[in-house]
């Protein structure tokens, strides 16, 4: 079973890494970016059947830090869905 | 003073801590693999110093909190034993939710390594009892994820306790209202990014940071 989480920077929390992307695309030439937040995309491979409550516990208490991110758990509809 | 310094793979400041701990107290500090489950009995302080440990994987101090060790450290500093931590071992005490907030990349995204000059904001603790409030001091700083945040409340919290112990003099990474290092609630736990066991002799070029050692050391009655 395929479960991806993402994780971000909570909203208001300043993002130094966005920002210089963000740059980075503005030297590019790229016009009308308005903003950049850069987060982290986990995949995990888990035994079927593993449930919500333990995920979530798996992304409280390691994946994310929750004083500063929040996390977003996505489980693929079918195997193999995250293949390039 | 009995000491003991926690060595993670990838802690680069061990041996910078064990001589500075070694030059004040004249004991050597038992050096604690982050395997053990135990730390030596009778520990009047557990450093936790600089350093990648775990290669900052997925967050600096992320995986090194979860260590077998942290388990122990964490129980001592419970019952009291003063605990600091530099740098990475601010990152560690910060994972392993000994001390609030967390350390973000730089606010200018680059690492940062010099020599910056701190304010001294509490004088009382047991780190600081050898320092002046207000009193300037100069400490090296040399890090990527030195940027301290937490939220307002947690901020106004360690303001108004007193618990921010040392403040950037000038702008270095973005932390929030400048703080480099903040004091636990019991005031036995000390983390804070700038590298004291950097300033112990002049070779380093100051010595600032060594009363910071000394007044340990006083508080666990063997003056220096």
């Not at chain 2, 009892?129 to 001091?137: L, N, Q, T």
């Amino acid at each position: 079973m395929k479960v991806r989480v993402f994780v971000t920077l909570k909203n208001g929390v300043l993002d130094p890494q966005g920002k210089a992307i963000h740059h980075a695309l503005e030297g590019l030439g790229f016009a009308g970016v308005n903003d950049v937040r850069a987060g982290k995309l986990i995949e995990l491979d888990l035994a079927d059947g593993t449930g919500d409550a333990e995920i979530e516990e798996m992304c409280r208490k390691l994946l994310a830090n929750t004083v500063i991110e929040n996390f977003r758990i996505e489980r693929a509809e079918t195997a193999g869905s995250l293949g390039a | 003073m009995n000491s003991a310094v926690i060595v993670f793979p990838g802690s680069n400041c061990d041996r910078d801590l064990a001589e500075a701990l070694r030059l004040v107290s004249g004991r050597a500090p038992a050096m604690v693999w982050h395997r053990e489950s135990e730390l030596p009995a009778g520990l009047d302080l557990i450093a936790v110093p600089g350093g990648f440990s775990y290669g900052d994987y997925l967050r600096s101090g992320a995986m090194a909190a979860l260590s077998p060790v942290m388990k122990a450290v964490t129980a001592a500093a419970e019952r009291g034993t003063p605990v600091l931590g530099i740098c990475n071992g601010f990152q560690v005490l910060t994972e392993a939710r000994l001390l609030p907030g967390a350390l973000m990349r730089n606010a200018g995204i680059r690492f940062v390594g010099r020599d910056v000059a701190l304010k001294v904001e509490n004088s009382q603790s047991i780190f600081t009892a050898r320092y002046a409030a207000g009193e300037e001091v100069v400490f090296p700083v040399a890090h990527h994820d030195g940027n301290y945040q937490a939220d307002a409340e947690t901020l106004d919290r360690l303001e108004g306790e007193g618990r921010v112990a040392f403040r950037y003099a000038g702008a270095v990474n973005g932390s929030a209202r400048g703080i480099a290092g903040i004091l636990n609630a019991a005031g036995n736990v000390l983390g804070l990014m700038p590298h004291p066991e950097r300033m112990v002799e002049p070779a380093h070029g100051g010595t600032d940071g060594r009363r910071l050692f000394e007044g340990l050391l006083e508080a666990v009655g063997q003056p220096a």
